[in-house]
């Protein structure tokens, strides 16, 4: 008998890629193949990281390589190809870059790995992931968008570093957009339960909640080249993994709304159960009215860059 052993697919091995393949590997979530048009640099990162396994012990096979033939049977494929964005620029300008790199990609995955599930990283990701799945046409518990797992875990781990708490007990989310208008909720944050509203004041809880909306313009004006890929990737490795061992995780993810939260056709974040179906469902959540509109702002920002795509062929 041959246990099968599950298959990730990273494509782009820049930061962001490299890192997930990383992670992906190290946690042996299954063997990893890393395709990017840079062959060497696919290969060479792949090899790498290969030989770092018998030092951490993960029994885990990774490949690089810039042919699509190599993601066959893919069970997850991460996309992370792309621009990043430089600093000053906002992740709106890269919709034409980027959208031409998705395709790209896509009919790639298509062909070679028509059953897999793929997670959306590479920015302006509300859009790219709307393409992607046309591109695709996968049904949309495949198509999932990264952006809430790692808006999320900023949230989080500002929080805990105001309380000085464990990150482990502080519990939060960020819905709507991956973009400025993103909406850390802060009123349902809690640690271990109890209200952040209570442990901090007003003014702190506002002030992290101004800087997770501007986390990722944070770490680009301090890298100067390049953008954010430590949380980025381990919010996607995080996604992964729910799927890979049905994990049934609620996660804020970006997925395709089809009158959830008044919403059609757009992807927008909201709170998922992810499980070995992929997005196995979309929880309520019951918004005040101050939330209510601050979710309308995030919808008409993901339209806003979805509308931009409408000039990309
Ligand atoms: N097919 C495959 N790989 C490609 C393609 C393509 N058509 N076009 C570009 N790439 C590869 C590049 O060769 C590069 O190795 O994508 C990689 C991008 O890596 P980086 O420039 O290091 O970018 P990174 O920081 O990883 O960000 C990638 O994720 O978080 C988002 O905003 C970010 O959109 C960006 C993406």
């Given at each position: ?10 494509i782009g ?64 494929v991460i996309i992370t190809a ?20 998705v395709?790209?990609v ?12 793929v997670i959306v990283v590479c ?9 992607a ?181």
């Amino acid at each position: 008998m041959t246990a099968r052993r599950n298959k990730i697919s990273v494509i782009g091995a820049g930061f962001v890629g490299s890192t997930c393949a990383h992670w992906a590997a190290a946690r042996e979530l299954g063997d990893v193949v890393i395709l990017d048009i840079n062959e060497g640099a696919a290969k060479g990162k792949a090899l790498d990281l290969f030989q770092a396994s018998p030092v951490f012990k993960f029994d885990t096979q990774v490949k690089g390589t810039s042919n699509y033939e190599d993601i066959a049977g893919s069970d997850v494929v991460i996309i992370t190809a792309g621009m990043p964005r430089k600093p000053g620029m906002s992740r709106d300008e890269l919709v034409g870059i980027n959208a031409k790199i998705v395709k790209d990609v896509c009919e790639g995955v298509k062909k070679y790995a028509p059953e897999s599930f793929v997670i959306v990283v590479c920015n302006p990701m509300d859009a790219m992931a709307v393409y992607a799945k046309k591109i695709l046409g996968f049904p949309r518990e495949r198509v999932i968008g990264m952006g809430g797992a790692l808006d999320s875990a900023r949230f989080r781990a500002f929080m805990a570093e105001e309380l000085g708490v464990s990150i482990k007990d502080v519990n939060a989310m960020v819905i709507g957009n991956h973009g400025d208008a993103m909406m850390p909720l802060a009123r349902l944050a809690n640690v271990a339960g109890i209200p952040v509203t209570e442990l901090m004041s007003k003014e702190k809880l506002d002030a992290i909640v101004a800087r997770t909306k501007q986390a990722g313009a944070e770490i680009g004006g301090l890298l100067k080249t390049g953008s954010a890929f430590y949380a980025p990737a381990a919010g996607s490795v995080e996604m992964a993994e729910a799927i890979l061992k049905d994990q049934k995780r609620v996660m804020s993810c970006a997925v395709e709304l089809n009158g959830e939260y008044g919403v059609q056709g757009l992807f927008v974040g909201v709170p998922c159960v992810l499980g070995k179906n992929g997005l196995e469902k979309i929880l309520p959540l019951e918004l005040n009215t101050e939330e209510k509109a601050e979710f309308v702002k995030s919808v008409a920002a993901v339209q806003a860059l979805v509308d931009g795509l409408k000039n990309v062929q």
